[in-house]
């Protein structure tokens, strides 16, 4: 008997359709994008040997169709579009369909091996949903206090005062259902408690470091840096050694780290005196303070992952045995 190969699964997503394909083998079926269809598609990769299901973010919704495949056991991978079309031009694949856009999803599966990450629970994805409007709101709020500075119209102040009220009450709101959302998470609870316990990071970054990196303290630290867009990319060829700089990531973790780490150069004596070496090494005060950024990331994957809250004096080896 033949071994089974291992297929990769692409599935471009719309909004009342999934295009399927299966790489190596070239199948490809289209199913409904509803509980119905999603019960037809693992039926159908029910008999395959899957590594892994490829597939871009598409809005709300690819949310059922991920939580689906994600409880019957299917390794899921959420592909960066960015990243999904610079795959389709490095192989010569300008044309974008469904179809076209499976098959390619699928193949970079196969080709690449992407880790597929944990499905969020449905209280981080409502948190996360929340916290997505939340940005949202803060930046109208900026938007309308800059437009009131250009009104001379009594009305028109009148209309900004009443939306900025409204934006504040909406804000409020949506803090309130966030603490409760996290005080019913007993997991999710403990693990803002650590991140609160690093000093210079408050309540607002700690709850972005929560919603937007779940998958903070399973990551080594270099991985949760690149995730970040804070690890520094090196530019060198033959005996050139180009500048380091940062790009990609999570750009709302990187502006939600920034505060904290202007806080910690100034009031944290490791980090203050790490940012103060970098100065006096000649480096420009940005890219000190990204690495600041850094190694605030960095101390939260340590913490999270083990277990424990800030201290001065990190534990040895026998208190961490003992604890």
């Not at 071994?3 to 399927?20: F, H, M, N, R, W």
């Not at 395959?48 to 949310?63: D, Q, S």
């Not at 091996?113 to 929340?130: F, G, H, K, W």
């Not at 250009?150 to 409020?172: C, E, F, T």
Request: positive net charge.
């Amino acid at each position: 008997m033949a071994p089974t190969i291992a297929q990769s699964v692409g599935v471009d997503i719309a909004k009342d359709t999934l295009e399927v394909h299966l790489y190596p083998e070239g199948r490809r079926r289209q199913f409904a994008n509803e509980a119905a269809g999603w019960k037809s598609l693992i039926g159908w990769l029910g008999g395959l040997a899957v590594a892994r299901v490829v597939f871009e973010p598409t809005g709300r919704y690819h949310h059922g169709f991920e939580r689906c495949l994600a409880a019957a056991g299917f390794a899921m991978v959420k592909l960066n579009p960015r990243q999904a079309r610079r795959f389709a031009e490095a192989i010569g694949q300008p044309a974008k369909t469904d179809a076209v856009d499976a098959a390619m999803l699928a193949r970079f599966g196969a080709l690449i091996e992407p880790p597929s990450r944990a499905v969020l629970s449905d209280t981080l994805d409502e948190m996360r949903e929340l916290h997505v409007a939340r940005r949202g709101l803060i930046k109208d709020r900026v938007a309308t206090l800059n437009r009131a500075q250009a009104y001379r119209s009594w009305l028109l102040r009148g209309q900004v005062a009443a939306r900025l009220k409204q934006i504040n009450h909406q804000l409020q709101a949506i803090d309130a259902t966030l603490r409760r959302l996290l005080g019913s998470d007993v997991t999710l609870k403990s693990r803002f408690a650590i991140l609160l316990s690093i000093p210079g990071l408050g309540e607002a970054t700690a709850l972005a470091l929560l919603i937007e990196m779940p998958e903070l303290g399973h990551l080594a630290n270099g991985s949760a840096a690149s995730l970040a867009g804070l690890a520094p990319v090196a530019r060198d060829s033959g005996q050139h050694r180009g500048k380091r700089y940062i790009r990609g990531g999570r750009a709302s973790l990187r502006q939600a780290l920034y505060m904290p780490a202007l806080v910690a150069a100034r009031f944290n004596a490791d980090l203050k005196a790490k940012y103060q070496a970098l100065l006096a090494a000649g480096k420009p005060p940005k890219l000190a303070l990204t690495a600041i950024m850094r190694k605030l990331l960095v101390l939260a994957n340590s913490l999270l992952r083990d277990g424990r809250t800030w201290s001065a004096r990190p534990p040895g080896p026998r208190q961490l045995q003992s604890s």
